[in-house]
């Protein structure tokens, strides 16, 4: 199987429309691959959370319009990332988009866990319930988004689910970049599952990004890691891997609680 992480760069002085463009011809750009992974909130920033309200749209608003005809133009499963969405009662939310190869919308996740502390994401958008997973002809794949990463019992959820790769789009600080890549390993040692953590690249509201986007195998090791800057991270794996994992350490099979 192959996929293809855009670890993207968010530039205040590039408009949200021209980004969406931009970004759809990166995903074009990836046909071939049988998954295609975006960051979280590549439309504003993560960190612009005064724009979360200027620039939030309806699910199936200009990002949905654009990243379908992406998808189905590059024929791949794409994971669009996720953008700040107005639900028809006025609530934010944290939604990512997952559409499949001939443009049709698979899958919607809210982000669960609002990062900020009492404070932007936190407060400005509403919480998602629901855990989501999407069966692809290779493997099933669970959907988290970035803070959820620190929440290991999101993660077992998914796993009981069925899910095999985890996707996990992210917004993350640099000054936290140990922990991106700690935690995405973690994740994939403890599910025995890939992990595919695509995170943004740039500056958001002058908070510095981690970039380093990476993919992890069911044992642990990275299999391929991004840089800082901009880039289009691809790598090949086993999805069978995981079955074969789970039954020579089936540590999964002796969990209690």
């Not at 960190?47 to 309806?58: I, L, T």
């Not at 200009?62 to 005809?69: G, L, R, W």
């Not at 992210?170 to 025995?192: D, F, I, K, S, Y």
Request: with cysteine; proline share 5%.
């Amino acid at each position: 199987m192959r996929a293809s992480l855009i670890q993207i760069a968010v530039d205040e002085d590039e408009s949200v429309e021209s980004r969406r463009r931009r970004v759809a011809s990166l995903v074009r750009d990836q046909a071939g691959a049988d998954l295609v992974v975006l960051p979280e909130l590549w439309t504003t920033g993560a960190f612009a959370f005064e724009e979360f309200g200027n620039e939030a749209e309806p699910l199936e608003g200009p990002t949905h319009e654009v990243m379908a005809k992406a998808a189905s133009d590059a024929g791949v499963w794409l994971h669009a990332g996720s953008v700040p969405e107005r639900a028809p009662d006025g609530t934010l939310y944290n939604t990512s988009l997952f559409f499949s190869p001939s443009g049709e919308l698979a899958a919607s996740y809210r982000k669960i866990h609002r990062f900020g502390f009492d404070k932007g994401e936190a407060v400005l958008m509403g919480r998602g319930e629901d855990l989501v997973t999407v069966r692809l002809p290779e493997t099933t794949v669970g959907v988290a988004t970035c803070y959820d990463l620190r929440f290991p019992e999101l993660f077992r959820g998914l796993v009981d689910a069925g899910a095999e790769t985890l996707v996990i789009p992210a917004g993350w600080p640099e000054r936290r970049r140990a922990h991106w890549t700690l935690l995405a390993r973690a994740r994939a040692v403890e599910n025995q599952a890939f992990v595919l953590a695509c995170g943004t690249a740039g500056t958001h509201a002058r908070v510095p990004q981690a970039g380093h986007s990476l993919v992890v195998d069911p044992w642990g090791e990275v299999l391929a890691e991004a840089g800082a800057d901009e880039e289009i991270l691809t790598v090949e794996f086993d999805p069978g891997k995981v079955s074969v994992t789970r039954e020579q350490f089936p540590a999964l099979k002796d969990r209690v609680l």
